[in-house]
């Protein structure tokens, strides 16, 4: 299951095309123009829900696969109702409340581990939530900023255990952070492309029982 069809439209293509036959996606949001940088959309596609946009796609690479889409935006109140019955989830939800906690709790008591993609621009980073381990609030409990949260979350995972810490990142984190106006973090394609790739081989390990880094490890990838 993908909630959010952002991200989540560029990791349901790339589930599908690796094998995955059962997906859902639920979101409530319409493509817009300033999505189609980033996300799984063409500009045919802008004033229509996303879930909708995306199911013809996907059914357009796989008749067979079973697409079931939810138009609507999850909420306190709903979602318990649409979580149950999955492998896997992803957390694509965006920050804006703590919905994106909600769900992860809700997953854990259904005992589906959750996979938290974060674009970074040029990079992606990947956190695995196991049911019964680490949960992500231990970065922050709070969902305001949570995403530059995260990324120095990134940053210093990075520097203690790779030894190699992204400077580069480093210098975007504190140049939007800096930003005085009311902006959404900085995403590129390739850091959704890269987020997908991740997110579908963690899917692949987890279905297959194979070894999987749990939070608070972290999956990091660069492309510079």
């Known amino acids: ?45 802008i004033g229509t829900p996303k879930v909708e946009a ?5 059914k357009s690479i796989n008749p067979l696969a079973n ?5 609507i935006f999850l909420t ?23 919905l ?5 709790e809700i997953c854990a008591q259904k005992k589906i581990p959750v996979l938290h993609p ?8 990947l956190i695995v939530l196991d049911p019964t381990g680490d949960k992500i609030t231990s970065i922050q409990d709070s969902f305001k900023n949570f995403e530059l949260a995260i990324v120095d979350h990134v940053i210093k995972y990075s520097k203690k255990y790779f030894d190699d810490e992204p400077i580069w990142l480093r210098n975007i984190l504190n140049q939007y952070a800096a930003e005085t106006e009311s902006l959404p973090p900085p995403q590129l394609a390739v850091g959704s492309f890269l ?8 899917a692949c390990r987890l279905v297959l029982k194979e070894p999987v880094s749990f939070f608070p490890e972290i999956y990091y990838t660069n492309n510079l």
Do not use: H
């Open 195 to 202: 987020a997908a790739a991740s997110c579908t081989r963690i």
């Open 54 to 58: 995306l199911y013809k796609r996907l």
């Open 100 to 104: 994106p906690f909600i769900f992860d």
């Open 67 to 71: 697409i079931k889409v939810e138009n």
């Open 76 to 98: 306190k109140e709903n979602v318990l109702q649409y979580v149950a019955g999955y492998d896997v989830a992803v957390n694509a939800i965006d920050f804006t409340s703590d």
């Open 118 to 125: 974060y674009n970074l621009g040029w990079a992606s980073a």
């Open 1 to 45: 299951m993908l909630a959010g069809a952002g991200l989540g439209s560029v990791i349901a293509e790339c589930m599908l095309r690796i094998g995955f036959q059962n997906i859902t996606v639920i979101d409530g949001d319409k493509v817009e123009q300033t999505n189609l940088n980033r996300q799984n959309f063409i500009a045919d596609d």
